[in-house]
Nanobody
Framework: QVQLVESGGGVVQTGGSLRLSCAASGRTFSRYTMGWFRQAPGKEREFVAAVSWDGDSQYYTNSVKGRFIISRDNAKNTVYLQMNSLKPEDTAVYYC???????????????WGQGTQVTVSS
């Protein structure tokens, strides 16, 4: 069982940066592919980024490539999402997810955080 707690959301102007953190409890954290999803008002939840269990592989949705960086520190049981050059369309609630399945599709696992709001003002 893994519990996830996100932090780091807030309000930022267009072009600004934020770093989200996801702290995990449970000894199995380091085995899981971890990721971030987001959900904007009136839209479905969508995949943003994922990182393999060892941190060696990263995956991104096209709209954030070159702007967002996902990383993890297994010693701290934490996964990060560095968000740069933020745009108003990045405004959403961001959710941390554990035990993802990476293939042609990026499928969420069973473990979700409570979400953190990111608002980018124009």
């Amino acid at each position: 069982q893994v519990q996830l707690v996100e932090s780091g959301g807030g309000v930022v102007q267009t072009g600004g940066s934020l770093r989200l953190s996801c702290a995990a409890s449970g000894r199995t954290f380091s085995r899981y592919t971890m990721g971030w999803f987001r959900q904007a008002p009136g839209k479905e939840r969508e995949f943003v980024a994922a990182v393999s269990w060892d941190g060696d592989s990263q995956y991104y949705t096209n709209s954030v490539k070159g702007r967002f960086i996902i990383s993890r520190d297994n010693a701290k049981n934490t996964v990060y999402l560095q968000m740069n050059s933020l745009k108003p369309e990045d405004t959403a609630v961001y959710y941390c997810n554990g035990d993802m399945t990476i293939g042609i599709r990026k499928l969420p696992g069973d473990y979700w955080g409570q979400g953190t709001q990111v608002t980018v003002s124009s």
